[in-house]
């Protein structure tokens, strides 16, 4: 069987076929979205590739961002969190399992991504470990001499693999590839002794991301007879989703159910698309958007995120969405971008990356909280908590509020987000999956290609792109196009603007020679949507809005290990009133708001930092207050309110700490 190159396509499939005309040496068409049905040996190849780790370096406020998440909790937690400096997997006696892989999982992606020479340095030896350390029958030194009896969920070899793999993609380190290599094989024989269980059965579909990697390396058909062995030992999601039971929500202190746990639920849009390119048969192409349309209708969060505190809960604003689902969640969709090349993926991402992700960290990200709130008016040690199953620490910000697997899993998200917003084509060319200013590096038909994008999106309407070959090469440049833009437009080297068709990929097919620049423009309009009970909320372009509220930070749990300044644990309550109801025409929301730029901060999502703000009229509920220490529910349909009407400032979801974000709506 041929050696296939990770960076080959093999696929010619073009993105589209209508042209339109541009100056000489210029084509440009929109396509909508499509799968790619064509085949590399033994593996479907996927629409678009992502680029090699450290391929793609950020600029302006997402290097801001990195900086900010390597000099918090992220770049700092094998230093004091004995989980992960004291793990087994690094000859410790801490915990063995998940945590350190986990860490290892965002940690290796953020120190490439910033190219971080000391914290590569760490990751650097703490893999020198795991490698040298493996047994010689392929099991790593953690995982127990006798699986059989002495039971060790496999979920945690199947991460391990997951994150040695970001490592050899980044390093070419040869050893990391047999080690993964080695593992594999064991795990073939393993799983007939020890099938998957647990969080394994349920997670299924992260062993398949290593096969595939060390397959399209050597080839090795036996790499494939793994992946059919760990499908067939999969819990099925396409069955569960036919059924009624992930339509309820979890009752509040409920029952705790694998299936409807938020974070497996978080990972397993990705099952489909990974069975489709190892070509099992009743692999469904069309399951992920249909699991996530599920998902909206039953759970769904404004933010772009669905709740699950721990397990699905429903679609009220004050049930939690714990932050591991988050960041799994955006992994999912940056895979499917990759296999299915569906640009409403890249929509739901942006939409994920720009609120629900930063919300839960504090602006220094030296905290975090377990589950966040789309209304959450203050966050407490609450021992009335109203969660599903998490307890009563879940959404203060600390170390390990409730339980430390967000501790350990959070740090993935900012830098697989960057890892993620260009992609290659198969015809040699390059595509944005998703926006933020970055640099981009890859090679069209052998020749080097630096892309450059200068943004402040999303906080800003418009994008410059400078593509700059070594010498002159034809490729296309591949633009999703936001299904929410109103109006998009694209201008190649200073020619006339050309209209973009919201909801496709735009391709600009030319040869590129000198510095070219692309400049694009995706106008934003705010609307409002109604949620539970039905609240308003207010969306301009990729983002949420939510009511800036005045903070009071309280320092807790002090006598804990591990709680020294700046990782320490904090409760945050209101300093300014938050029980407002908003003052629109739902046939003219935009008449009733005033959106204003700021410039974007050193803390992008911080309240001093917000890129935009919005100002829109509302009054004080009397009657709607605090419940089971947290903001109550407010019956349907417009409240009546004899307060004065007053001024209010919204700023990015992403931004706030404490919120509203879903309103009552006033009668006028």
Not at 57 to 72: K, N
Not at 167 to 196: F, I, Q
Not at 527 to 553: C, D, F, M, Q
């Amino acid at each position: 069987m041929p050696h296939l190159n990770r960076r080959e396509f093999l696929n010619t499939m073009a993105v589209g076929a209508t042209a339109a005309a541009l100056p000489a040496k210029t084509r440009v068409h929109s396509s909508g979205p499509a799968v790619n049905t064509s085949s590399a040996p033994g593996l479907a190849e996927p629409k678009f590739r992502p680029l090699p780790l450290g391929a793609i370096r950020p600029l302006g406020w997402l290097r801001r961002q990195l900086r900010i998440q390597a000099d918090g909790l992220s770049g700092h937690l094998d230093e004091f969190w004995p989980d992960v400096g004291q793990s087994q997997w690094f000859g410790g006696q801490a915990e063995g399992w998940e945590r350190a892989p986990y860490w290892l999982d965002g940690a290796i992606p953020l120190a490439w991504t910033l190219d971080d020479a000391p914290l590569k340095a760490r990751i650097t030896k703490y893999i020198d470990h795991i490698v040298t350390r493996q047994r010689p029958d392929g099991w790593y030194s953690p995982y127990p001499e006798d699986a059989v009896t002495k039971r060790y969920d496999l979920w945690a070899i199947l991460l391990a693999n997951k994150m040695l793999v970001q490592y050899h993609e980044a390093t070419g380190d040869e050893r990391v590839l047999k080690a993964v290599g080695k593992s594999l094989r064991a795990m073939l024989d393993g799983l007939d002794r020890t099938p998957l269980a647990d969080w394994g059965k349920y997670r299924w579909f992260e062993g398949l991301i290593s096969v595939f990697h060390v397959y399209e390396k050597t080839g090795e058909p036996w790499l494939l007879e793994l992946g059919r062995k760990i499908h067939a030992q999969r819990f099925d999601y396409d069955a569960f989703y036919k059924g009624q039971d992930v339509s309820v929500p979890t009752p509040r202190r409920g029952l705790w159910k694998w299936a409807k746990h938020v974070v497996n639920t978080g990972m397993a849009p990705k099952g489909s698309a990974l069975a489709w390119r190892l070509g099992v048969r009743e692999a469904d192409p069309s399951f992920p958007a249909r699991m996530i349309e599920i998902l909206d209708r039953h759970h769904g969060q404004v933010t772009g995120m669905f709740s699950g505190d721990e397990c699905l809960a429903g679609k009220n604003p004050v049930q939690g969405t714990e932050l591991c689902a988050v960041v799994e969640f955006m992994y999912s969709l940056e895979i499917l971008l990759s296999v299915f090349g569906d640009p409403a993926f890249g929509d739901r991402l942006e939409r994920v990356a720009f609120n629900a992700l930063p919300a839960p960290f504090t602006a220094e990200m030296w905290a975090h909280q377990y589950d966040q709130q789309v209304n959450q008016a203050q966050c407490t040690i609450n021992p009335d908590y109203m969660w599903t199953t998490n307890g009563p620490e879940s959404n203060i910000y600390g170390l390990e509020p409730n339980f430390g697997c967000c501790t350990a899993n959070m740090h993935q998200g900012w830098p697989k987000f960057a890892a993620h917003l260009w992609m290659k084509t198969p015809d040699e060319g390059l595509a944005a999956m998703a926006y933020a200013p970055a640099e981009a590096r890859f090679k069209a038909h052998g020749v080097p290609v630096t892309a450059i994008l200068e943004t402040d999106y999303p906080f800003r309407e418009s994008l410059k792109i400078t593509v700059k070959p070594d010498k002159p090469v034809r490729f296309p440049l591949v633009l999703r196009v936001p299904a929410w833009a109103a109006g998009p437009a694209v201008r190649v080297a200073g020619g006339r603007e050309e209209a973009m068709k919201p909801g496709t990929f735009h391709r600009i097919e030319r040869e590129w020679k000198g510095a070219v620049e692309v400049t694009v423009r995706f106008p934003m309009r705010s609307k409002t949507s109604l949620g539970y009970n039905e609240a308003v909320s207010i969306e301009r372009g990729p983002l949420v809005y939510a009511l800036k509220i005045g903070e009071t930070w309280n320092r807790i749990n002090a006598d804990k290990p591990h709680r020294e300044l700046p990782h320490g644990d904090f409760e945050v309550r209101p300093a300014t009133p938050w029980n407002y109801g908003l003052l629109l025409d739902e046939k003219n929301a935009e008449a009733g708001l005033r959106f204003e730029e700021r410039p974007v901060g050193e803390k992008p999502f911080s309240q001093e930092g917000a890129g935009m703000a919005a100002a829109v009229k509302g009054r004080k509920i009397k009657a709607w207050k605090m419940a089971h220490g947290w903001a109550a529910e407010f019956a349907p349909g417009p409240a009546e309110s004899d307060e004065p009407l007053e001024d209010l400032t919204l700023i990015p979801y992403g931004c706030t700490n404490i919120r509203i974000t879903e309103f009552p709506r006033l009668k006028r």
